[in-house]
């Protein structure tokens, strides 16, 4: 009995103890398991809403941050716009704050949000916050060539009156803050080629073919062919939100006078210059008109073949993203401009012909405005050597706008302007590829300015090549030198790298020289030369003291890419808020007395990526 009852006891405490276990058990899940079952649920949702938070903060940083250094205000619109169309409004449970990073090209985005937790309200915690950052910085791509409201020269204008009130007839510049100089005469044009042009006459983007031992071809085509042809940056600031701005272009028809003039109108007796040739031209024809270089000859060129260059230019808005051809079109600001070959004479002149086509009035300047020559062309009249206007236009908000240029686009004529040229063509948008049945040889040279009725709204507007341009050189004697890139601190330790395509034609050997901004500090001290430069092309390995190249000819440099690389200073530093700060300049000298006359294209990028995450 005794043995049977002591396995009854056991058997009993084993019940026993198991119901305390059960209990136990209970309790535990009740107090710890279940509270930390619902707690894991929670903490998952926050990594989830942890990483979406990043994620947008990124988005915002790089997308805001290319407003820098100019708008600040710009980059924090565009960055709360983004964190809004993720899901993060800077409203409600959201916030979203920014600011200016460790240098003024660096933007610090803040996203902070309050998550509502499922099983923490009940343990007396509603909500949890999530907040993350991202900096971005940003360095490019750089404008080209102008920190003014006026690229390439600005001659004067035609005197207003009530049949031209275009005008004005005085400079329009506006020097903006920040240490850049703006002249009315930097000694280049704008430039465009027709696409039949060989790529060894100087433009290398919008010319399809070139001939062997140019850089850059395969099998006679243009490797770098752009059949989009160039973009320049109508750069807007706050002052001219809202205000009508004017785009005007000088001489933006083609109508081949020569390099230096020399094919210009030819004078008769029965055919003179005169000052007041024209009702466009009222007081200084004979020297608008002259066949010299002076500072109304463009030096349009034709370059083999026969067939004149149309020239599209088309307006576009600002785009978050980095390439000009998103931009939405401006479709009333597009314009054509047929080129305009000579009457009668050899192919590449404009002959006397095309004269009596710009002559209104006869020889006699006593007779009246009325009495007009039959062959008269007001059309050229108005484009030839003068100022058009392009298009008003009254932007939306400040930004980057891009005035697209090319010449591979077919002439529809249409809808005349009024001015000289054809409006209402989107093709010169939306074309993305080569229409190969448009031709044209030769250059095109123009220039280009912004202007308004306020002094405050035009200096507020500046224009520039972006990425890589195409100008004309036509000077003697005297060193030119003119704004190059603009580089702003974002740089420092990295290499700014400047590609010059066939340099050289000149008649004396040519030195080019990279200078530093004009107001550029290394550790607080003014910059007067770049150092350890070095160059890729005709001239190879270090530069020595001079930051450039010397004794640059056509013989050597004809249809080559010259590169030179400069490294920028770690402590670097310029007025990188100001417009008119930051701008390398480049100085073309000749090595003895002599004539430019030379179309060139050049290029400029700071190596790595344009935005980069910076954490």
């Given at each position: 009995?005794?043995?049977?009852?002591?396995?009854?006891?056991?058997?009993?405490?084993?019940?026993?103890?198991?119901?305390?276990?059960?209990?136990?058990?209970?309790?535990?899940?009740?107090?710890?398991?279940?509270?930390?079952?619902?707690?894991?649920?929670?903490?998952?949702?926050?990594?989830?809403?942890?990483?979406?938070?990043?994620?947008?903060?990124?988005?915002?940083?790089?997308?805001?941050?290319?407003w820098?250094?100019?708008?600040?205000?710009?980059?924090?619109?565009?960055?709360?716009?983004?964190?809004?169309?993720?899901?993060?409004?800077?409203?409600?449970?959201?916030?979203?704050?920014?600011?200016?990073?460790?240098?003024?090209?660096?933007?610090?985005?803040?996203?902070?949000?309050?998550?509502?937790?499922?099983?923490?309200a009940?343990?007396?915690?509603?909500?949890?916050?999530?907040?993350?950052?991202?900096?971005?910085?940003?360095?490019?791509?750089?404008?080209?060539?102008?920190?003014?409201?006026?690229?390439?020269?600005?001659?004067?204008?035609?005197?207003?009156?009530?049949?031209?009130?275009?005008?004005?007839?005085?400079?329009?510049?506006?020097?903006?803050?920040?240490?850049?100089?703006?002249?009315?005469?930097?000694?280049?044009?704008?430039?465009?080629?027709?696409?039949?042009?060989?790529?060894?006459?100087?433009?290398?983007?919008?010319?399809?073919?070139?001939?062997?031992?140019?850089?850059?071809?395969?099998?006679?085509?243009n490797?770098?062919?752009?059949?989009?042809?160039?973009?320049?940056?109508?750069?807007?600031?706050?002052?001219?939100?809202?205000?009508?701005?004017?785009?005007?272009?000088?001489?933006?028809?083609?109508?081949?006078?020569?390099?230096?003039?020399?094919?210009?109108?030819?004078?008769?007796?029965?055919?003179?210059?005169?000052?007041?040739?024209?009702?466009?031209?009222?007081?200084?024809?004979?020297?608008?008109?002259?066949?010299?270089?002076?500072?109304?000859?463009?030096?349009?060129?034709?370059?083999?073949?026969?067939?004149?260059?149309?020239?599209?230019?088309?307006?576009?808005?600002?785009?978050?993203?980095?390439?000009?051809?998103?931009?939405?079109?401006?479709?009333?600001?597009?314009?054509?401009?047929?080129?305009?070959?000579?009457?009668?004479g050899?192919?590449?002149k404009?002959?006397?012909?095309?004269?009596?086509q710009?002559?209104?009035?006869?020889?006699?300047?006593?007779?009246?405005?009325?009495?007009?020559?039959?062959?008269?062309?007001?059309?050229?009249?108005?484009?030839?050597?003068?100022?058009?206007?392009?298009?008003?236009?009254?932007?939306?908000?400040?930004?980057?706008?891009?005035?697209?240029?090319?010449?591979?686009?077919?002439?529809?004529?249409?809808?005349?302007?009024?001015?000289?040229?054809?409006?209402?063509?989107?093709?010169?948008?939306?074309?993305?590829?080569?229409?190969?049945?448009?031709?044209?040889?030769?250059?095109?040279?123009?220039?280009?300015?912004?202007?308004?009725?306020?002094?405050?709204?035009?200096?507020?507007?500046?224009?520039?090549?972006?990425?890589?341009?195409?100008?004309?050189a036509?000077?003697?004697?005297?060193?030119?030198?003119?704004?190059?890139?603009?580089?702003?601190?974002?740089?420092?330790t990295?290499?700014l790298?400047?590609?010059?395509?066939?340099?050289?034609?000149?008649?004396?050997?040519?030195?080019?020289?990279?200078?530093?901004?004009?107001?550029?500090?290394?550790?607080?001290?003014?910059?007067?030369?770049?150092?350890?430069?070095?160059?890729?092309?005709?001239?190879?390995?270090?530069?020595?003291?001079?930051?450039?190249?010397?004794?640059?000819?056509?013989?050597?440099?004809?249809?080559?890419?010259?590169?030179?690389?400069v490294?920028?200073?770690?402590?670097?530093?310029?007025?990188?808020?100001?417009?008119?700060?930051?701008?390398?300049?480049?100085?073309?000298?000749?090595?003895?007395?002599?004539?430019?006359?030379?179309?060139t294209?050049?290029?400029?990028?700071?190596?790595?990526?344009?935005?980069?995450?910076i954490?």
């Amino acid at each position: 009995m005794s043995f049977l009852s002591g396995r009854t006891t056991s058997r009993r405490r084993a019940r026993t103890e198991s119901g305390y276990a059960a209990i136990l058990v209970a309790i535990l899940t009740a107090t710890i398991v279940l509270p930390l079952c619902a707690i894991s649920v929670d903490v998952a949702r926050w990594y989830l809403e942890i990483a979406r938070v990043q994620n947008v903060a990124d988005a915002a940083a790089t997308a805001g941050v290319t407003w820098l250094p100019d708008d600040f205000a710009s980059a924090t619109t565009t960055a709360v716009e983004v964190a809004k169309d993720n899901g993060y409004p800077n409203s409600g449970n959201n916030t979203v704050k920014t600011s200016v990073g460790a240098k003024p090209t660096q933007l610090t985005v803040t996203i902070s949000t309050r998550v509502p937790n499922q099983f923490g309200a009940a343990f007396g915690v509603p909500w949890t916050t999530v907040t993350r950052s991202a900096t971005a910085d940003y360095n490019g791509p750089a404008p080209m060539g102008s920190p003014c409201n006026t690229f390439g020269n600005e001659p004067a204008g035609s005197s207003p009156s009530s049949v031209d009130p275009r005008g004005p007839n005085t400079s329009v510049i506006v020097t903006p803050a920040g240490g850049a100089s703006c002249l009315p005469n930097p000694q280049f044009w704008a430039a465009i080629a027709g696409p039949e042009t060989l790529k060894g006459y100087g433009d290398q983007y919008m010319t399809r073919s070139c001939a062997s031992g140019t850089d850059g071809c395969t099998n006679g085509g243009n490797d770098d062919f752009n059949p989009e042809g160039y973009f320049y940056v109508v750069r807007v600031g706050t002052a001219a939100v809202n205000q009508p701005v004017t785009l005007q272009l000088y001489d933006p028809a083609w109508v081949g006078t020569g390099d230096a003039c020399g094919d210009a109108p030819t004078v008769t007796s029965g055919l003179p210059l005169r000052n007041n040739m024209n009702p466009y031209t009222t007081t200084d024809g004979t020297t608008r008109y002259a066949k010299a270089t002076n500072s109304f000859c463009t030096g349009d060129v034709l370059n083999g073949g026969s067939t004149p260059i149309v020239t599209s230019f088309g307006l576009r808005k600002p785009t978050d993203t980095y390439q000009p051809d998103k931009g939405a079109p401006i479709t009333t600001c597009v314009r054509q401009y047929p080129g305009f070959l000579q009457a009668s004479g050899t192919p590449d002149k404009v002959s006397t012909g095309t004269l009596a086509q710009m002559k209104a009035k006869p020889s006699d300047p006593t007779q009246p405005d009325t009495n007009t020559n039959s062959g008269y062309n007001d059309a050229l009249a108005k484009l030839f050597h003068q100022w058009v206007n392009f298009c008003t236009f009254t932007p939306d908000k400040a930004g980057d706008y891009y005035l697209q240029a090319r010449t591979n686009v077919a002439l529809d004529t249409s809808a005349p302007d009024g001015n000289g040229g054809y409006g209402g063509n989107t093709d010169v948008f939306t074309q993305e590829d080569d229409d190969t049945s448009v031709g044209g040889n030769g250059n095109n040279r123009f220039a280009l300015r912004v202007k308004s009725g306020s002094t405050a709204v035009t200096g507020a507007v500046s224009i520039a090549g972006w990425q890589n341009m195409s100008i004309y050189a036509n000077y003697s004697g005297a060193p030119q030198i003119f704004n190059l890139v603009r580089t702003i601190p974002a740089a420092q330790t990295k290499t700014l790298n400047i590609h010059f395509f066939d340099i050289g034609d000149a008649t004396a050997p040519t030195s080019v020289t990279v200078l530093p901004p004009l107001d550029a500090k290394v550790n607080g001290t003014p910059l007067a030369s770049f150092s350890g430069c070095t160059g890729s092309g005709v001239v190879n390995g270090s530069l020595g003291t001079t930051c450039g190249v010397s004794g640059a000819t056509s013989g050597s440099y004809n249809g080559k890419v010259q590169t030179v690389s400069v490294p920028i200073p770690d402590t670097y530093t310029c007025n990188s808020t100001q417009s008119g700060g930051c701008w390398v300049r480049v100085q073309l000298k000749l090595d003895q007395a002599g004539d430019t006359t030379d179309t060139t294209t050049w290029s400029a990028s700071v190596d790595g990526d344009p935005v980069r995450m910076i954490k």
